[in-house]
């Protein structure tokens, strides 16, 4: 079965800090890969993707994520945290139609 | 600009009454989602849509309902109001299936059932 796991529930850290997210799926065909993210109060949006090539993918605001097929992971990182780095990320995987979601990361940047 | 709209914003709704919430989209996407969120859970599926008159369920679809009767819209009915449906519902949208495309969000609905 399809699936999405996120190791870490609940991050807190210090500005200036390096981030690293945890994300590892469960497919088996060719996957698709989505980092989300959800400032308080607000949607969901689009942080970055990968679906082919290069699997070192930059997005927004100095967020990148590395894509190891061996490990089945998709982790998300940025050297320097900001507090307005505080949200909930999301990691997602799609397949052939479908996208499934993690449980989702809280993280908390303390000023 | 397109955009995703979701009304109400907030509904707070009594056990067993029938709730609509509406899903709006101006990106003339073909592909619309209804999820909710839940502390522990994530986002989890009910039901999505990939064109007019297409509906398909999700994996948490009891006790939901949606009909697409034109592009941009894809209502979701919860047919008898439980407490455990009380939740944050987001609808997305996106275009095509290309693997590549990525999902659109609306704000959000916080239902309450008491």
């Known amino acids: 079965a399809q699936s999405v796991s996120q190791h870490n529930h609940h991050v807190i850290l210090s500005e200036a800090a390096s981030l690293e997210l945890g994300c590892n799926y469960s497919y088996g065909g060719t996957v698709n890969l989505f980092w989300y993210v959800q400032y308080p109060g607000q949607h969901l949006q689009l942080l970055l993707k990968?679906?082919?090539?290069?699997?070192l993918v930059k997005g927004i605001k100095g967020f990148e994520a590395e894509f190891i097929k061996s490990k089945f992971s998709f982790n998300l990182r940025k050297p320097s945290v900001q507090w307005s780095d505080t949200a909930e990320y999301f990691c997602?995987?799609?397949?052939?139609?479908?996208?499934?979601f993690g449980t989702g990361t809280r993280l908390k940047v303390l000023a | 600009d397109a955009e995703i709209t979701q009304s109400p914003r907030h509904k707070i709704t009594e056990t067993g009454r029938q709730v609509t919430l509406a899903c709006h989209q101006t990106?003339?996407?073909?592909?619309m989602f209804w999820y909710r969120q839940d502390l522990g859970h994530g986002l989890r599926l009910i039901h999505y849509?990939?064109?007019?008159?297409?509906?398909n369920k999700g994996e948490v679809s009891d006790g939901y309902s949606v009909s697409r009767s034109n592009t941009e819209d894809l209502p979701l009915t919860l047919e008898s109001a439980a407490s455990s449906q009380t939740s944050v519902y987001f609808c997305?949208?996106?275009?095509?299936?290309?693997?590549?495309?990525?999902?659109?969000f609306g704000p959000g609905t916080r239902l309450t059932v008491l």
């Open positions: 997305a949208s996106s275009d095509g299936l290309a693997a590549y495309n990525e999902q659109f």
């Open positions: 990106w003339n996407h073909n592909n």
């Open positions: 849509s990939y064109g007019v008159q297409d509906t």
């Open positions: 997602a995987v799609k397949g052939t139609y479908k996208y499934i």
């Open positions: 990968y679906f082919s090539g290069d699997p």
